[in-house]
């Protein structure tokens, strides 16, 4: 009886070592490794990883949007610098073109919360551009179409700029893209 005894508290604590050790708090588990194999049940562009990035060029006279296809939407500074670099060949082929070239020039973006604050500098008398509005609309069409974006403001130096919307008044508010409705295409 002493011999089935032991063995049995042999069994027992042989079984009770097999299991995962308790941790007094939980920890944080990393990911493995991936690519991870895809189920087919996810759309194209979530399974290959591409997001839509909107850019906002200028057409004729108003505003349109270009979405191109990249890996992962962009830090916001990035997504603006894109935007400074102008349409691509393609784009250009297409008729879009840029009014922010010689009309503004742009020296930073913050985001604070939802709000994105776009510092720009001083451009001289005879810059020769009149479509300071559509480069305004560009920079808030295209910031305001990120998901973590709901409002544009416009620095010079430390002070508020006055901004002009698309039916000419002037505001240091917020900006969104219904501000420039009436200069988008689509």
Do not use: K
């Amino acid at each position: 009886m002493t011999r089935r005894l032991g063995l049995l508290l042999a069994a027992t604590a042989m079984v009770a070592g097999c299991g995962v050790p308790v941790d007094a708090q939980p920890r944080p588990v990393q990911a493995p490794p991936g690519p991870f194999p895809s189920t087919g049940s996810a759309s194209p562009s979530v399974a290959t990883g591409q997001e839509d990035e909107t850019l906002c060029f200028v057409r004729d006279d108003g505003l349109d949007t270009v979405v191109r296809q990249v890996q992962a939407l962009p830090g916001i500074d990035v997504h603006l610098q894109r935007l400074l670099a102008g349409p691509t060949a393609p784009e250009r082929d297409r008729g879009l073109t840029s009014a922010l070239p010689g009309t503004l020039t742009v020296s930073g973006v913050r985001l604070t919360g939802t709000l994105a604050e776009v510092t720009v500098q001083a451009v001289g008398d005879e810059i020769g551009r009149s479509d300071e509005v559509l480069a305004f609309g560009q920079i808030v069409c295209t910031l305001t179409r990120r998901g973590d974006v709901n409002g544009v403001t416009f620095r010079r130096g430390d002070r508020p700029l006055e901004v002009p919307r698309a039916d000419g008044s002037l505001t240091r508010q917020p900006l969104t893209a219904a501000d420039y409705q009436p200069l988008l295409r689509r």
